[in-house]
Structures are given as C-alpha cells and as structure tokens.
C-alpha cells in the first residue's frame, strides 16, 4: 500500500545513518523494483547527510574522518585553512581524493575524470581555474603510483600560466606547500612540454628553472 510504504520510507529516514548497512544488506537482496528505487534514496539521501555531520565535525577540528585526509595532511600541515582546502577538494573533485594512495589505475582514472570535471565547467576556455583545480591537477604527480605523461603536463602547464602568479605563492598557510608540490612536478615533468615548463618556472621565478 502506497501511504504505508512512504510512512515506512520515512521512519527508515529518520533511523540515520545507523540504518545504512542494513539498508544496503537489503537492497543487495532485494528483487522489488519499486523496493530497491525506494531504498537507494534512501540511503543517498543518509549517505549525504552523514557527509556532511562528518565535514562540519572535521571543520570544528573534530576527528578525521573523511577519506584520505592523512594523504593530504602528508603535503600540508593541520590547520583550519587547510581543512577547509581539503573539503573543497573533497566536494569538487570527490574521485580524486578518493584514488589517492590507490593503484596506477585508480590515479589515472581519477586525473582523468578531474580533467573532464574542468572542460565541462569551461575552466581553461571560459573560466579561470580555481585554486582547488589546481591542487586536483598537482596532488596525483606527489603520488608514488603517479605516472607521469605528456598530455596532463602540458594541461597542469597550461593552467598554472592562467593562475595569477603570485596569488598562490604568497598564500601564508598553502603557499610553501604548493610551491614545493609545483617544484617537484617541474622537476618529473615529461620532457617532451619541458620547454613549455621552463618558461612557466622562470614565470614564476622558481630557483628550478635554472636546474631545468
């Protein structure tokens, strides 16, 4: 009966997010069309309010528990800018964050749907690329799995020039971690957008530049 079923639904709802495994244990075994589309709301909608508990207990300083904040917190030190730079990512580029520490596969998928995620916002054509697209780009290059390759250099490249040079650089809490990630990239860069890198280097008058 219709009015039961929302009246269940509901109850179910308002259980939170303790009901969500055995939701989904459920909705594994469940063969009712009608049942399974009712619970896969369900749990999006308990999946999505637990996410958003757990980024407003992070952002008050509360424990980690958001996925990957260790591999992140590796490149930058605990602070409230940088929690809140991480739930940006975290937002913006979800996939990303969750390949860090994974396989090559994992990465490269990740970079892969990072750069799609741009094109269809109309970062680079229409769009300046923000400071959270930059560190989406940046991140996987730190990664022992990462896999360098020409065709993400030159769109890493590519972006930095549209960035104005000094707005992340003089940044006091991101600015040496960034420059140092930007370092290391130049310095694995592919060598086939090497000439293209050199002159970003000597834009932004990082000492690497010499080195390349």
């Known amino acids: ?81 940088t ?13 990303l964050v969750k390949s860090l520490g994974g396989t090559p596969q994992q990465l490269a998928l990740a970079i892969t749907k990072t750069q799609r995620n741009m094109v269809e916002r109309g970062v680079g054509r229409s769009e300046t690329p923000e400071r959270v697209d930059l560190v989406a780009l940046l991140l996987p290059t730190a990664q022992p799995n990462f896999r360098a390759n020409s065709q993400h250099d030159s769109i890493i490249a590519f972006m ?31 060598r086939a957008v090497r000439e293209q890198v050199v002159r970003l280097a000597l834009q932004w008058k990082m000492d690497v530049a010499l080195d390349l």
């Open 83 to 95: 929690r809140e730079l991480f739930v940006e990512l975290y937002r913006t580029h979800p996939y």
């Open 1 to 81: 009966q219709f009015a039961r079923r929302e009246t269940a639904s509901e109850q179910l709802y308002q259980m939170g997010r303790e009901a969500l495994p055995t939701l989904q244990l459920v909705l594994r075994r469940s063969e009712d069309e009608e049942q399974r589309h009712r619970l896969v709301r369900i749990i999006d909608l308990l999946a999505e309010q637990d996410l958003e508990s757990r980024i407003q207990s992070f952002l008050k300083g509360g424990p980690a528990e958001l996925e990957n904040w260790a591999e992140f917190e590796d490149w930058v030190s605990d602070s409230r800018p």
């Open 160 to 190: 930095l020039q549209l960035y104005p040079t000094g707005e992340l650089s003089d940044d006091q809490v991101i600015g040496e971690p960034f420059l140092r990630l930007v370092d290391q990239w130049m310095t694995t860069s592919d």
